[in-house]
């Protein structure tokens, strides 16, 4: 049986970094707000092997100043699992989360190109133009009302 369970940074880690940022320093797949007290990591296990994983945070989304916003970060699925719905499951885990301990009315990221369709299918609108992060690749900005 797979579940959604909230964990440490340093659990996510490890495929954060194999999947987002593979050519890049381990110490990239850090995020600023990595170890913030109100920062929530979520993994999707299978005994202990760990299949996709997601963090968040409270940050402004620019494009709506006046809502309160959380971010999604580092969302990442094991190579092998992906198009399982993995990805689905802790995505879904998160949102419970922040619907049920957060006043966030808004989750946003900046998506990967190659990852619109997916927050689409979730429900999440992409929006405005095509940006580049460097070492990472292009990106959209995307958003879901919670």
């Not at 990239?28 to 997601?54: G, R």
């Not at 971010?71 to 198009?83: D, V």
């Not at 369709?117 to 133009?129: A, N, R, T």
């Amino acid at each position: 049986m797979y579940k959604v369970i909230k964990t440490d940074s340093n659990i996510v880690r490890p495929l954060r970094h194999k999947v987002l940022r593979p050519n890049l320093s381990y110490e990239a797949s850090i995020m600023p707000l990595d170890n913030h007290p109100e920062t929530a990591h979520f993994v999707v296990k299978k005994n202990s092997k760990i299949l996709s994983v997601a963090s968040v945070y409270h940050e402004d989304f620019e494009e709506m100043p006046h809502k309160i916003s959380h971010r999604l970060r580092g969302m990442a699925t094991e190579p092998t699992e992906q198009g399982k719905g993995f990805g689905a499951m802790v995505l879904l885990g998160l949102i419970d989360y922040l619907k049920k301990n957060t006043s966030a009315e808004i989750l946003w990221c900046n998506a990967r190109v190659t990852a619109f369709g997916f927050y689409e299918k979730m429900g999440f609108s992409i929006l405005g133009d095509i940006f580049e992060i460097p070492n990472i690749g292009p990106h959209k900005k995307g958003y879901i009302e919670l």
